[in-house]
Nanobody
Framework: QVQLAESGGGLVQPGGSLRLSCAVS?????????MGWYRQAPGKQRELVAS????????NYADSVKGRFTISRDNARNTVTLEMNSLKIEDTAVYYC????????WGQGTQVTVSS
């Protein structure tokens, strides 16, 4: 089993920054998997916003966050991080991490609210 624990969310003004962290624990190591950060806004489907290859050498971003968000990982510590800059109101959502393919059970997520 794998447990995912997201943290770092909060309330921030437009243009602000946040750093989200995801701790992966359990009987499976994340180091061989492509990992991703997802978000789900009220009334909308969950969407993938960023992903990172198992080695960390390749990253991909949704067009809506490209140039503002940065995903990284530390395989030794089993953590995935999402640096979010120049936040917009439309970034408001619950953010989750998971592997990109064949998701594990979802964690609780962390709420990000961008509001003036």
């Amino acid at each position: 089993q794998v447990q995912l624990a997201e943290s770092g969310g909060g309330l921030v003004q437009p243009g602000g920054s946040l750093r989200l962290s995801c701790a992966v624990s359990g009987t499976v190591s994340m180091k061989i998997y492509i990992m991703g950060w997802y978000r789900q806004a009220p009334g909308k489907q969950r969407e993938l916003v960023a992903s990172i290859s198992s080695s960390g050498s390749t990253t991909n971003y949704a067009d809506s966050v490209k140039g503002r968000f940065t995903i990284s990982r530390d395989n030794a510590r089993n953590t995935v991080t999402l640096e979010m800059n120049s936040l917009k109101i439309e970034d408001t959502a619950v953010y989750y991490c998971n592997r990109k393919l064949a998701a594990w059970d979802w964690g609780q997520g962390t709420q990000v609210t961008v509001s003036s």
